[in-house]
């Protein structure tokens, strides 16, 4: 097992030297008009060097003077530091904002990642217990359509008419105007109240895909030989499908939920964009939208990290769950 | 008979004629179970009204994606204004000059009461009130020695009246002037010029002149300006205004040239005047409700919506099948190659479909689409770029299946009997071991279009994929980041997403429909 684990982290490790040298090769590419930008206003300045000298000087401080290569190693050798530069667009150290921003991101997706699995597991084993039935056509169904809803659409339709017509909620933001004369409960429920249409947004987005997962695996135990054994036994329904089904559907369920515990960090670009929520998904939009090259060289390689650890935890929980997977 | 032909023919039936027994070959059987789907028949549905909708109601709509569309709105519009006139205006007798400073010494002479004045260059004036606010203007020359010896004589009229001729380009006689001012400030209901009759009819402060019953010239103490330098003020109109001015009425109707009574407005700011009308106006037609012309109503551009959506149905289904055919292409040869081969290839390549797996899509796709922007790429350009990309990144899953399924399928027997007849390696890879993969393509497939659409249709909203005025159905719903947008004009956005909605889950139910036909074990 500890030579499994070993040999899928080294691996891991070579997957990511290259993904982030195509990541830094590609943001290479990326218009440059912060710098531009910054050299103009530097430039104007009483007493300046001329344009073309600070254009140089920032380059060379950003370490965009050098080729691709040697861009690439002098960034990396900073970033197994953790090191990984200041911010153009925030003006701040890249993990102080990262600290600043992520937990955002992380609540929103814990919360969806709860009220999914609460949502789906239930739904994807019942359809799966009479399957061909009205309720497998209906679980079928809702899934598809929340794996065929468009994120935005679906955000502009909760807004449309919980905020603009209900008004239940605040168009966007994380906190209402008069959030400042609120006691610290207060002030935390208003934060919650809201994350509410964010949190069903992504939920219902994304809960299409683990209820056909749930209920692809349930039939799959349901029809395989023990289940026939316990029912030939005489049990009660509600025993084999409780007991013996549902034990063995967890295998894979836990394998899915470990792999996607990673995804919790990773953020919602669209609905965080939306919603106007301050988490790592809105600011890698906005980074993105105003050329900050550092902050979002970091976001991508912290995604591919986060993908590829999910893999990782996938892959072993999957070896330490089912004793019947021989570790090769 | 007949009875005797069906005895002939029962007896030529044999236990394995193929009439007999009906046979069914592995296609149709998954085509029967296909159609036997119902959500699978409401996918194909979904999806022939949505290509039909696109492709042939496209040609067959009458506008265009970018066709502007105006209308007439009719907008209050400044016409005229009018001024109270403050200044002396002089009409100078044939031959005479007047002298600079006679503005400010006659406005002076005039509300002082002190007549005689001496200009700066000297002269000597003299101002003889003709009625109220005009006056002659006489020059006083020495003709002797004494104080007494001066001559008068006659250099012009003055007055806060301004005259004018009613035909473009005439110039009054200075005779008439006279006459007529005069006969103005008398209120004289006519008078006589150089043997003419003349009438005047009064309207407040000003009169129209008329000579044989004919408008001839117009004074007034207003100075009228038409808005539009084209448009003349006729002196009857002039006169109605005057008239409503002095009444202080807040409108007045004056016939236009057609003979319809036109209402205009007056605004009245300490003594100018503000004419108004309504006037028609061409508009651009944007966010008009749904109507016989516009069944979809127009978006902020003024374009028709339900063109936008058939010419963005074509690009979003377009993309969906262009990129989903490139992604099949990569990675069938690429999972194929990986699968047959094993070992170092199959090593190299799924680590290659591991890095590209990890790059994250959705940043990249915006970092693309940013760069793009900055180097202005036409609109067409973007679209197969956006295809190219979109296929470089979403090969690896079809990559994965194809290799998957053809390590199993390598060990079948059928495979070593394509060994031992000799077959050539790449016959063995495309011919026997590929068409075994065929259905599991499909059905990844017909889902990945679902989620390229989609894709599309996001990056088109945040604005980085399909461009103006190039229609997509994503970036039709763009326009809901305009709150009033969001919360006025509903059937601007929701049509397009409930395109988008019901056009991936049609190919998903599809994709699920296809995955049950192949796959019966599923079905007990």
């Known amino acids: ?212 997962y749930v209920r692809t695996n349930m039939l799959e135990v349901l029809n395989s030989d023990y289940i026939r054994t316990a029912r030939a036994k005489g049990l009660p329904e509600s025993r084999v499908i409780n007991h013996h089904a549902f034990r063995n559907t967890l295998i894979p369920i836990v394998t899915l939920l470990g792999g996607s515990l990673p995804a919790l960090f990773s953020g919602a670009m669209i609905t965080e964009q939306l919603f106007q929520i301050p988490g790592i998904g809105y600011t890698s939009y906005v980074s993105i939208m105003q050329g900050d090259i550092p902050f979002v060289m970091f976001y991508m390689v912290f995604l591919a990290v986060l993908t590829l650890l999910g893999n990782l935890i996938a892959d072993i929980l999957y070896a330490a769950v089912d004793p019947r997977v021989r570790v090769s | 008979m007949g009875a005797e032909k069906e005895e002939l023919n029962r007896e030529e039936m044999h236990l394995d004629d193929a009439a007999r027994v009906k046979v069914l070959s592995p296609g149709m059987m998954v085509a029967k179970r296909f159609f036997r789907n119902r959500l699978a028949i409401v996918g194909m549905v979904i999806i022939i009204c949505m290509f039909l909708f696109s492709f042939l109601g496209g040609a067959l709509n009458p506008y265009s994606q970018s066709q502007v569309f105006y209308t007439t709105e009719v907008m209050l519009k400044d016409y005229a204004g009018a001024a109270e006139i403050d200044q002396y205006n002089f009409v100078t007798a044939e031959g005479e000059s007047l002298p600079k400073d006679i503005y400010s010494k006659t406005m002076i002479a005039a509300s002082t009461g002190k007549y005689d004045f001496t200009s700066r260059d000297g002269a000597d004036y003299r101002l003889e009130p003709l009625g109220e606010e005009t006056y002659l203007i006489y020059i006083l020359e020495k003709t002797g020695p004494k104080p007494k010896d001066i001559a008068e004589r006659e250099i012009a009229v003055a007055s806060l009246k301004s005259i004018t001729a009613d035909a473009a380009g005439e110039t009054l006689s200075y005779e008439f002037c006279k006459a007529a001012l005069t006969a103005v400030a008398e209120e004289a209901e006519s008078f006589s010029c150089d043997g003419v009759e003349y009438t005047s009819e009064f309207a407040g402060h000003g009169a129209m002149i008329k000579k044989d019953a004919s408008s001839y010239a117009f004074v007034s103490d207003m100075n009228f300006n038409a808005v539009n330098s084209g448009t003349k003020l006729s002196t009857a109109y002039k006169l109605a205004a005057l008239e409503a001015f002095d009444a202080g009425a807040e409108s007045f109707t004056y016939p236009d040239a057609d003979g319809s009574e036109v209402t205009y407005i007056i605004q009245n700011k300490n003594g100018q005047y ?251």
């Open chain 2, 274 to 524: 503000l004419i108004r009308k309504n006037q028609e106006t061409k508009v651009i037609d944007d966010y008009a409700f749904p109507s016989k012309e516009h069944v979809f109503g127009t978006d902020g551009n003024g374009m028709d919506l339900l063109a936008r959506l058939m010419y963005g149905g074509r690009i979003s289904l377009l993309i969906g099948f262009v990129v989903i055919a490139i992604e099949v292409v990569i990675g069938t040869i690429v999972g194929g190659i990986a699968g047959f081969f094993g070992g170092a290839t199959d090593n190299l390549l799924m680590r290659l479909v591991d890095v590209i797996y990890c790059i994250p899509s959705l940043p990249l796709f915006l970092i693309l689409g940013s760069i793009m922007d900055y180097y202005q790429a036409p609109p067409t350009a973007r679209i197969y770029l956006l295809c190219v990309v979109m296929a470089v990144i979403g090969w690896v899953g079809i990559a994965r299946i194809v290799r998957g399924q053809i390590l199993s399928l390598r060990e079948q027997e059928f495979m070593i009997a394509t060994e031992a007849t000799g077959i050539s390696v790449r016959r063995r890879i495309f011919k026997h071991l590929v068409p075994n993969v065929i259905p599991q393509l499909i059905v990844f497939a017909s889902m990945g279009l679902g989620d390229v659409i989609l894709t599309e249709a996001t990056l088109s909203f945040l604005g980085l994929g399909i461009k103006y005025p190039a229609a997509s159905w994503g970036s039709i719903i763009n326009a809901v980041n305009d709150v009033n947008v969001m919360t006025n004009y509903v059937f601007v956005w929701l049509p397009a997403g409930m395109f988008i909605l019901l056009t991936v889950l049609a190919f998903n139910f599809i994709g699920d429909g296809l995955r049950d036909a192949f796959d019966p074990k599923m079905k007990r």
């Open chain 1, 1 to 212: 097992m500890k030579k499994f684990i070993l040999k899928r982290l080294l691996i891991s490790v070579v997957l990511l030297f290259f993904v982030s040298l195509i990541i830094y090769t590609i943001m290479r590419c990326m218009p440059t008009s912060y710098v531009e930008n910054q050299a103009r206003a530097l430039a104007t300045r009483p007493g300046a060097k001329s344009y073309q000298e600070w254009v140089a000087q920032l380059n060379a401080q950003y370490g965009m003077d050098v080729g691709v290569l040697r861009g690439y190693f002098r960034w990396l050798s900073r970033a197994v530091r953790l090191d990984f530069g200041d911010s153009w667009f925030w003006n701040q150290p890249i993990l102080d904002k990262f600290r600043d921003v992520i937990w955002y991101s992380f609540f929103l997706g814990l919360a969806s990642f709860i009220l999914e699995m609460v949502i789906a597991i239930p739904l994807g084993i019942a359809a799966a217990r009479k399957q061909y039935s009205m309720t497998d056509y209906t679980v079928t169904v809702i899934a598809l359509i929340g794996i065929s809803l468009p994120s935005f659409f679906f955000a502009t339709i909760l807004k449309y008419v919980f905020s603009i017509k209900l008004g239940w909620f605040d168009l966007s933001g994380t906190v209402s105007r008069m959030h400042q004369s609120m006691t610290e409960f207060q002030q935390l429920m208003d934060i919650a109240k809201h994350m509410i249409l964010p949190v069903i947004t992504i939920t219902v987005v994304s809960i299409g895909g683990m209820m056909r």
